[in-house]
């Protein structure tokens, strides 16, 4: 059993690809499950993204719920790997949700529209990325389009996302003119063709002096790439695998994913260099994935399609040893035992029941509420994942109950969500009244809708005047009793009862940091 364990981590590459919005994230997780395989045609991947803020657009997201956890994992062979794609949601406001999926992946790919460069949501990503040193490629898209000179954006992803960059292929002009990609591995050119449909290549082994590259994209393009790929040998240093591994070195691919340009080096150039499941920290001991015991932990919960069936879904991250159905299962912050007689896996548009489960393989588990995000079980160990904090959200409501009748429901309703994490319940120290923390506004649009049809309990919210709340702790316990006497009104407790400070804002945080030297704010809930 340990070889077979062995052997079949070693084929398993788990990753996701992550981008700001609109820049082919869809688009690309489709084509690389054309190569796989796992799907036949285009527009199959459903994408469970929100356009715009609107309540409507999610509700009628949630009417496709069943797609959308259908989508949540993405599984396919290729060249004898067993490839995970997790997706994570595009919109803002459902960024915690993408950041713990981060927490479940040993690689990602990040995709950047080539005519916007690095946005918004790159930088927070990558942030999140680099908590963890998660090794990272960089695929450049839709150089269909005139989009911004390679060069610049290569120093833009050096200078914004704080990691050093090495190009893998390089394009040839871009835009109307785009004639292809050069692969400054392989040394072979690869023609640019509109709305490629077919999996063969249109390629060319070509070395740079050869006169036959002046014929077939025309003389200036030639001496142009001639000239970048001269200055990209001088620059840039080899490719350095053990850097990539160890997050400080991003590879960096160029394509067009709508047209399906680019794609097939990317996912080759992935299967030759991306992580296979690699260790993970817990509270006691770092857990290596060829252990003969099992060990997992939880980094989703979604709600099940049916309301009247409250039961939910829980993603596990397999990380050790051999997941097996309707075996027991320690489940560690409960201390009791659990099974599960249909986990189930994911293929591109359908789930299936699975007898076992190898490191790096996400299963999808039946709960009917004994799971938090976070949640690990193993074969009897006491121990309990790593990694997987709350972030400190940036907006904050009072729950008001409108209906006195249902204060039960409301009280179950609210705990539910949060534990499955769409957002933080804070309880204040003052008066113990409830209040919800997210990074989003949608948040409260998403809980009030699911709190009435879900659990029939209605309710209104009531804006709070904090902008973060940070996690407390101190070493001199005494010190720590004093801070929160002192502040009253602006101390609350979350679902762990950990104390967090609620802060009016950043300037407000920064007096209180300098003024009381002896007490630690935390922007995560983790911290050892
Ligand atoms: P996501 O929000 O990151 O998932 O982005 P999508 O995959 O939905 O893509 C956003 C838009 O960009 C869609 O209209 C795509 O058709 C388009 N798109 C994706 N890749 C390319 C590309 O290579 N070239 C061009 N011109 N458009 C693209």
């Not at 398993?12 to 869809?26: E, L």
């Not at 999140?128 to 060069?151: A, H, S």
């Not at 932990?297 to 709600?303: D, N, P, W």
């Not at 809980?447 to 101190?474: D, F, S």
Request: with cysteine; aromatic share 10%; net charge negative.
């Amino acid at each position: 059993m340990q070889t077979n364990i062995q052997a079949e981590t070693a084929r398993r590459r788990t990753f996701a690809i992550i981008s700001h919005p609109d820049a082919g994230k869809t688009t690309l997780t489709e084509k690389l499950l054309l190569f796989g395989g796992a799907i036949q045609t285009a527009g199959a991947v459903k994408s469970n993204k929100i356009k715009k803020s609107a309540t409507s657009d999610f509700m009628e997201i949630e009417k496709q719920r069943g797609i959308s956890v259908a989508t949540s994992v993405m599984t396919f062979e290729y060249d004898n790997l067993k490839i995970n794609i997790l997706d994570t949601p595009g919109h803002k406001d459902f960024a915690e949700d993408t950041y713990r999926t981060l927490t479940a992946v040993d690689s990602v790919i990040l995709v950047i529209d080539c005519v916007k460069g690095v946005e918004e949501q790159t930088e927070r990503l990558m942030e999140v990325c680099r908590m963890r040193d998660t090794p990272v490629i960089i695929f450049i898209n839709k150089l269909d389009r005139e989009g911004r000179n390679p060069f610049d954006l290569l120093d833009e992803l050096e200078e914004k996302l704080n990691i050093r960059v090495r190009p893998m292929t390089w394009p040839v002009n871009m835009g109307s003119e785009f004639k292809g990609v050069y692969s400054l591995i392989e040394k072979k050119l690869y023609f640019f063709k509109v709305n490629k449909t077919k999996v063969e290549d249109d390629v060319l082994p070509i070395e740079l002096e050869d006169s036959l590259l002046d014929q077939k994209v025309g003389d200036r393009d030639a001496a142009q790439l001639r000239e970048d790929v001269e200055l990209i040998e001088g620059v840039y240093d080899t490719f350095d695998r053990q850097a990539y591994l160890d997050g400080k070195l991003a590879p960096v691919f160029f394509g067009s994913a709508v047209n399906n340009f680019g794609v097939k080096e990317l996912l080759e150039g992935f299967c030759d260099i991306s992580p296979e499941p690699i260790a993970r920290p817990t509270d006691k001991r770092e857990v290596l994935p060829e252990e003969k015991n099992f060990s997992g932990f939880v980094f989703k919960i979604h709600a099940n399609l049916d309301p009247r069936h409250r039961d939910r879904i829980a993603f596990l991250r397999i990380c050790s040893g051999v997941f097996e159905r309707g075996k027991f299962y320690h489940h560690t912050r409960l201390d009791k035992n659990v099974r599960f007689a249909s986990p189930f896996s994911f293929m591109a548009d359908s789930k299936s029941v699975v007898e076992e489960g190898f490191p790096g393989d996400v299963v999808g588990l039946y709960d009917t509420g004994t799971f938090k995000i976070g949640d690990t079980l193993t074969e009897g160990e006491e121990l309990q994942f790593q990694g997987i904090p709350s972030f400190s959200p940036e907006i904050f409501k009072e729950l008001v109950n409108l209906d006195p009748m249902k204060s039960k429901q409301l009280d179950k309703g609210i705990q539910q969500l949060t534990d499955e994490g769409v957002a933080q319940l804070f309880t204040l120290e003052l008066g113990n009244r409830k209040f919800v923390g997210t990074v989003g506004e949608l948040q409260f649009e998403v809980i009030q809708y699911r709190l009435e049809n879900e659990y029939g309990a209605k309710c209104r919210w009531v804006p709070l005047n904090y902008t973060k709340a940070c996690w407390i702790t101190a070493e001199n316990p005494v010190k720590l009793a004093e801070f929160i006497r002192l502040k009253g009104n602006q101390i609350a407790y979350d679902k762990d009862q950990n104390p967090v400070f609620l802060a009016e804002s950043d300037w407000m945080l920064r007096m209180n940091q300098q003024n009381n030297p002896d007490i630690q704010f935390h922007l995560t809930s983790e911290f050892k």
